[in-house]
């Protein structure tokens, strides 16, 4: 069964037993978590959410906190002879996931 996620703003295609990195939420280390907003289902047939799927979750374990790839962004004044440097990284959970179920 393959289920279409939503957390964060961003939407996620998950397998049972996938990991993925989402966005930092307020949870520990090593404790379960659950994904309400399904937007799609398939297995034996398709369930499209309008706009989410009623009675539909998604449970994972949470694995690590880890920081996502560097952002860099480099401001540039063309008279003043300067340039400035800044950069991010957004911090992340690693989520396995366990369960899907309609």
Do not use: W
């Amino acid at each position: 069964m393959q289920a279409v996620i939503k957390s964060g703003g961003k939407q996620y295609t998950v397998n049972e037993g996938d990991e993925i990195c989402v966005e930092l939420l307020d949870a520990e280390v090593g404790s379960e978590i659950c994904f309400d907003q399904v937007l799609m289902l398939t297995g034996d047939e398709t369930k499209v959410g309008t706009p989410v799927v009623a009675g539909a979750s998604v449970k994972g374990q949470i694995l690590d906190a880890v920081k996502g790839p560097k952002t860099r962004c480099v401001f540039f004044r063309r008279r003043k002879d300067s340039r400035t440097a800044k950069g991010h990284r957004q911090k992340l959970l690693k989520v396995k996931i366990t369960s899907i179920s309609a």
